[in-house]
């Protein structure tokens, strides 16, 4: 199964924030869990599967700008179990480092982080 990388939302003090984003405004829900937030980067959502890539959009078109992200799905996406899917944002200036920590990595250690 397919399913399209969602929108990410804001948190209400994201200094990023433009007025067509969309705002995570209650956190009540949040209160007394534990959390992770990360830093939202200016990339292009990604989801990797067993067999498959696209952008946030599940039927993406080629662009050659997600060549080298293609590339490294179909060296290492035996890796990701079926049914998995890992999601991500894709920033081309972090190629060379993303792709050569990928592919340092196995699989167990991706499990235990």
Same mark, same amino acid.
């Given at each position: 199964m397919?399913?399209?990388?969602?929108?990410?939302?804001?948190?209400?003090?994201?200094?990023?924030a433009?007025? !067509? %984003?969309i705002?995570q @405004?209650?956190? +009540?829900?949040?209160i007394?869990? +534990?959390?992770?937030?990360?830093?939202?980067? %200016?990339?292009?959502?990604?989801?990797?599967? /067993? !067999?498959?890539?696209?952008?946030r959009?599940? %039927?993406?078109?080629? /662009?050659? @700008?997600?060549?080298?992200?293609k590339? *490294? +799905?179909?060296e290492s996406?035996? *890796?990701?179990?079926?049914?998995?899917?890992?999601?991500?944002?894709?920033l081309?200036? *972090?190629q060379?480092?993303?792709c %050569?920590?990928?592919?340092?990595?196995q699989? +167990?250690n991706?499990? !235990?982080?």
């Amino acid at each position: 199964m397919r399913i399209k990388y969602p929108r990410t939302p804001h948190l209400p003090w994201s200094p990023g924030a433009t007025p !067509d %984003d969309i705002h995570q @405004s209650h956190l +009540q829900n949040f209160i007394g869990k +534990q959390i992770v937030v990360t830093e939202k980067m %200016d990339g292009e959502n990604t989801t990797f599967y /067993h !067999d498959y890539i696209h952008a946030r959009s599940i %039927d993406s078109r080629f /662009h050659v @700008s997600r060549a080298w992200v293609k590339a *490294l +799905q179909a060296e290492s996406g035996y *890796l990701i179990p079926k049914g998995w899917r890992i999601c991500g944002d894709i920033l081309p200036t *972090l190629q060379p480092f993303l792709c %050569d920590v990928w592919l340092e990595w196995q699989w +167990q250690n991706l499990l !235990d982080c």
